[in-house]
């Protein structure tokens, strides 16, 4: 997908997220990130099917945790575009301070929030 197509700006950000879909769990590596998706790599061993719905979780520090479920919108390989369908109050906190934080601009930050509605 090209930028031009993008509705919110992606943040690169190296971490471990763990991703849950039924009684299965895993642990895949975030790429980067914006206000409503994320892309990550897949272990080699998972299945990856387009519409997957997955319980994710990403630990910022000590205290902070993002947690969300998400949904498989396009995939090539192991490279997994994500977007997020439920996130509670403090985890949207927690994200909208890690997108501040690394956002070139606040103002286009606080545009995509008011677009969330």
Not at 7 to 34: K, N, P, T
Not at 58 to 73: P, Q
Request: a negative charge; hydrophobic letters at 45%; proline letters at 1%.
């Amino acid at each position: 997908m090209t930028d031009e197509k993008r509705h919110y700006q992606r943040v690169a950000f190296d971490a471990e997220v763990v991703m849950e879909c039924g009684d299965a769990s895993w642990v895949c590596h975030l790429v980067d990130i914006s206000l409503k998706g994320l892309l990550v790599v897949f272990p080699s061993d998972v299945e990856i099917k387009l519409g997957e719905i997955y319980d994710m979780e990403f630990r910022l520090g000590v205290d902070a945790v993002i947690k969300m479920r998400v949904k498989v919108v396009h995939f090539e390989e192991l490279l997994v575009g994500l977007e997020w369908s439920d996130i509670d109050l403090e985890s949207l906190t927690h994200l909208r301070r890690l997108l501040e934080l690394n956002m070139s601009s606040a103002e286009e930050m606080h545009r995509e929030l008011s677009e969330l509605g």
